[in-house]
């Protein structure tokens, strides 16, 4: 062989070498810097934030996003163009991820907190989908098997997020309110804390009475006489008679018999049943004083018109009676201020994948 045939021998050695380090390299570049579900964009108080966390919760609040945007600059969501369109400084995309990136944060400082007090075993987001995936197989089987199950046969990453969350976060406050816990409160706190929120969460409904003046009107079966619109007249005539006679019990009948007069008696022992039965009725009532009469409103099928005719406070519902009720509002809104608290006290931090997690 002569020395130039080896010499070009050796080159071509040299070049596949290199050529398959090179391809080596580039695979191990991918596999290395290949962005999964896993991979790691943020982090808070040292907790990692998985790209697939982040995605997900972007799904969620993407028609929330679309929303703001419509309605703080009429934007035209249904442009190719807007997720990346500048909207004072910020685009769509961004304002979406970073609302899903706090949000997520809180999460994950709230797994932290229930894995710190012994309530859940781990909260990585590869743990999770194990889990899932784990029970999802549970549930197969028992379904194969002719076994009851409750709930779905097959959870979702959204269902199964929310269910696991949820419950752990009423397992965590139930660990904090335990005495020497930060939602710990002694019965002086919950009666003070009662009589902060007794005005609007536990006062009885008034005690009142009511007539009620009302017109059916067709709705296309030929059932009723009258339009909308001529009900809507009648009543209106109706409320004027109300409003400038003293005995409008007697003179609206005389005027226009075909009118249906009601007596509506409320207490806070029925409110709710008529609350049920009628909420555009039970709502109407509430706005009105003795000798008030409302304006005309439409009622599933019927024009109305309400007056009232008596009205007296029935007072509060006893601490006794809603000492649950109290400490489990005292409970939500102290550990809502604790988890707001963590989250002022961690910020977040983020990494270059952060910017590459986008929904379409």
């Known amino acids: 062989m002569t020395k130039q045939k080896t010499r070009k021998t ?5 070049a596949v070498i290199l050529l398959v380090a090179v391809t080596a390299g580039v695979i ?3 596999t290395l810097f290949r962005i999964h579900d896993t991979t790691t964009v943020a982090t808070v108080n040292g907790v990692e934030i998985s790209f697939g ?3 997900n919760e972007m799904q969620r609040n993407r028609s929330d996003t679309l929303q703001y945007f419509q309605d703080t600059y009429n934007a035209d969501t249904d442009s190719s163009e807007f997720w990346s369109t500048d909207f004072d400084g910020q685009t769509p995309t961004q304002y979406l991820r970073q609302l899903s990136l706090t949000k997520v944060a809180s999460y994950k400082l709230q797994q932290q907190l229930a894995y710190d007090h012994n309530i859940i075993a781990n909260y990585s987001y590869q743990d999770f989908l194990d889990a899932m995936e784990k029970e999802n197989a549970d549930r197969a089987q028992k379904v194969e098997n002719g076994e009851a199950i409750y709930g779905p046969q097959s959870y979702d990453i959204d269902t199964y997020y929310d269910y696991t969350f949820s419950n752990m976060v009423i397992a965590l406050k139930d660990r904090l309110s335990q005495e020497g816990g930060i939602l710990y409160a002694d019965d002086v706190t919950l009666k003070n804390y009662y009589e902060q929120i007794k005005e609007q969460q536990f006062k009885k409904v ?10 059916a009107f067709d709705t296309g079966s030929g059932i009723y006489a009258y339009t909308k619109d001529q009900a809507t007249q009648m009543i209106s005539a109706v409320r004027d008679i109300i409003l400038r006679s ?3 019990t007697s003179a609206v009948p005389a005027a226009y018999p075909e009118v249906e007069i009601t007596d509506l008696q409320l207490s806070d022992e029925n409110a709710n049943s008529v609350y049920k039965s009628d909420q555009i009725l039970y709502e109407q009532s509430q706005q009105l004083q003795p000798d008030e009469v409302s304006e005309v409103f439409e009622d599933m099928y019927y024009i109305r018109v309400l007056k009232c005719y008596s009205r007296e406070s029935a007072g509060y519902k006893t ?3 809603v000492v649950d009720a109290v400490r489990s509002m005292y409970n939500d809104e102290k550990y809502d ?4 608290q963590l989250c002022n006290e961690h910020p977040v931090e983020k990494n270059e994948i952060y910017e590459k997690v986008t929904i379409n």
């Open 10 to 14: 050796l080159l071509i050695v040299i």
């Open 28 to 30: 191990c570049y991918l």
């Open 53 to 55: 966390e982040l995605k």
């Open 206 to 215: 008034d005690t009142a009475s009511y007539k009620v003046y009302s017109i």
């Open 246 to 248: 003293y005995n409008e």
């Open 319 to 321: 601490y006794e009676d």
């Open 337 to 340: 201020k604790y988890i707001e």
